[in-house]
């Protein structure tokens, strides 16, 4: 278990949001929800072709403190990075943490 002081990171969470016009043409993008505090750690890096150049992908772990509205397809932001949740779960089953699988999408 982390405590307090491990959430250290201001981090922005995004929630994804669909709009549909009066013509039935749907728009997607992202409510701004806020700043909260987060640990960060890295997982893996990998690079993959991408527009026929190399591009880096890093995946991490973020944890924050609880919150059930966090969920998959998510964007989290930092000042200099910018990460799309893949998943959220219950990090210990008692609402005390989320545990956020990301995936950094480039800049």
């Known amino acids: 278990m982390s405590g307090a002081g491990a959430f250290r990171l201001a981090v922005r969470l995004w929630r994804p ?3 549909v016009a009066a ?9 701004d929800i806020g ?8 997982l893996s890096q990998g ?8 591009s880096g992908t890093a995946t991490h772990r973020m944890t924050l403190r609880f919150r059930a509205d966090v969920s ?12 799309r949740v ?4 219950d990090r ?11 995936e950094e999408e480039p800049a």
Request: no cysteine; aromatic share 8%; charged share 20%.
């Open 17 to 19: 949001e669909l709009s």
């Open 35 to 42: 700043v909260d505090f987060a640990q960060l750690a890295g």
């Open 86 to 89: 893949l998943a959220a779960r």
């Open 92 to 102: 210990e089953g008692g609402r005390r943490q989320v545990e956020l699988m990301l």
């Open 47 to 54: 690079e993959a072709v991408a527009a026929g150049r190399l």
């Open 72 to 83: 998959g397809g998510w964007n989290v932001t930092t000042e200099a990075r910018s990460f």
């Open 23 to 31: 013509n039935g043409q749907a728009t997607a993008g992202f409510t």
